[in-house]
């Protein structure tokens, strides 16, 4: 069973806005850190950002993308919210939502589950 699954991809214009979504089903996941990666074509796997699940500390992001993205969560659905803006070609790419026990990690072999990710395409 795959406790997390992603949705909400697809393709928008530059300068537009997506909003991903992680439903995370069969596990509880109190005292875990989701985190959001990305991976597009021949790159390695890039950290985006996090958040504390049932913890009201601050979300984290990679400076990458801070200032246009936006994770938050809802604690009665299990699921957790990647809203990005501003978007560009640069970031085309698969994402990933995931989890680990315990407090951030930007490197993604610290995450024991992984969704099975959702393809987004921006085009120029």
């Known amino acids: 069973q795959v406790p997390l699954v992603e949705s909400g991809g697809g393709l928008v214009q530059a300068g537009g806005s997506l909003r991903l979504s992680c439903a995370a089903s069969g596990t509880t996941f109190y005292g875990y850190t989701m985190g959001w990666f990305r991976q597009a074509p021949g790159k390695d796997r890039e950290f985006v950002g996090s958040?504390?699940?049932?913890?009201?500390?601050?979300?984290y992001y990679a400076d990458s993308v801070k200032g246009r993205i936006t994770i938050f969560k809802d604690d009665g659905k299990a699921t957790t919210y990647l809203q990005m803006n501003s978007l560009n070609p640069e970031d085309t790419a698969t994402y990933y939502c995931?989890?680990?026990?315990?407090?951030?990690?930007?490197?993604?072999?610290?995450?024991?589950?992984w969704g099975q990710g959702t393809q987004v395409t921006v085009a120029s």
């Open positions: 958040i504390r699940w049932a913890d009201s500390s601050t979300p």
């Open positions: 995931a989890a680990k026990y315990g407090y951030r990690s930007v490197n993604a072999n610290d995450y024991e589950y």
